[in-house]
């Protein structure tokens, strides 16, 4: 066994008190970035505009269902023009079904106004979005390009022994138009649930243009805004019935859903490599104004 000897102990010991003596308690004071708008708007083909506009939330700050409300941006003055007329759009609020407590607001034509409904979203135009308030000014422009159907859709059990013995996977084939830069996002709902995003939902054809997907894996789209069931992530149901919506989208739009889903997937991974989300809104604003030209398929999975 090692001895220590009188005069190691008290060397020891003094370089333990220098040590633990120079350390220094350091508080480091956080300050949350300016808050920003945020713009999230869509049209497609024989659709009207839907624009919602919030502020940025402070990575910090405690986030709940009153905070959210708060966050909706009354009062700004919307327009929509595609060259050939324009419309303001008018302010919404839509009841969450809480009791009325807590409201979604949202800005679409009015409703007051038949004419307002003339103005609808038209197949390889061009739409600009205007957005006025508290003295500042944000401008985009999307396009709805005219989209190419999937070829067709089909469901299979997952490989090996699932957890859920119902699991379904989408499978779909499709045939890239023989022109380059062509991209894609699409949508999915299972029964008379709304549409939800997939995991990864956009699509360029740098690699595979011009050509046939014959077997081109789909998850199915889920609520990123709840705790996800991870044994049922991306799969759907024996017995559902399943709607894709197959969106061509401009290139703007596809930057800013690449790097957003990046962004959002890679959160609390330490070794993911950073990115900054591609807003195609002008003026210092965050968000996405989205054209999508949309295609939808249905079918039944059978029991």
């Given at each position: ?32 970035g ?15 505009p ?32 595609d ?23 949202l ?6 106004n ?44 997952p ?41 990864n ?10 050509q046939?997907?014959?077997s ?31 969106c ?17 997937g ?38």
């Amino acid at each position: 066994m090692m001895k220590i000897s009188l005069f190691q102990f008290l060397i020891l010991s003094a370089l333990c008190i220098i040590f633990f003596s120079c350390e220094k308690e350091v508080n480091i004071n956080l300050q949350s970035g300016a808050s920003k708008i945020v713009i999230d708007g869509q049209i497609e083909p024989n659709g009207v505009p839907f624009v919602v506009i919030t502020k940025s939330i402070g990575y910090f700050s405690k986030v709940d269902l009153s905070t959210l409300e708060n966050n909706f941006v009354h009062g700004a003055k919307v327009t929509v023009s595609d060259g050939f007329s324009s419309v303001t759009l008018k302010e919404y609020s839509l009841d969450t079904g809480l009791g009325g407590v807590n409201k979604f607001y949202l800005y679409t034509v009015d409703t007051s106004n038949p004419t307002s409904f003339n103005f609808r979203g038209v197949t390889e135009r061009q739409y600009k979005l205007t957005v006025s308030y508290d003295g500042k000014v944000y401008e985009s422009v999307t396009k709805i390009p005219n989209v190419r159907p999937i070829d067709s859709m089909w469901f299979r059990p997952p490989s090996g022994d699932p957890k859920v013995k119902t699991a379904m996977m989408m499978f779909i084939r499709f045939t890239d138009p023989d022109t380059p830069g062509n991209y894609i996002r699409y949508f999915t709902r299972r029964n008379q649930d709304v549409f939800y995003p997939g995991i990864n939902s956009v699509y360029d054809d740098e690699i595979v243009n011009g050509q046939t997907i014959d077997s081109l894996y789909l998850a199915a789209g889920y609520n990123r805004a709840k705790d996800v069931n991870i044994d049922s992530l991306g799969i759907f149901f024996r017995g559902d019935t399943v709607t894709l919506r197959w969106c061509a989208i401009d290139q703007g739009v596809f930057n800013f859903f690449r790097t957003f889903e990046y962004a959002t997937g890679t959160v609390g991974n330490p070794f993911a490599s950073p990115v900054n989300v591609q807003t195609n809104i002008k003026g210092g604003a965050l968000g996405v104004w989205a054209g999508y030209g949309a295609s939808y398929t249905t079918a039944i999975i059978p029991k």
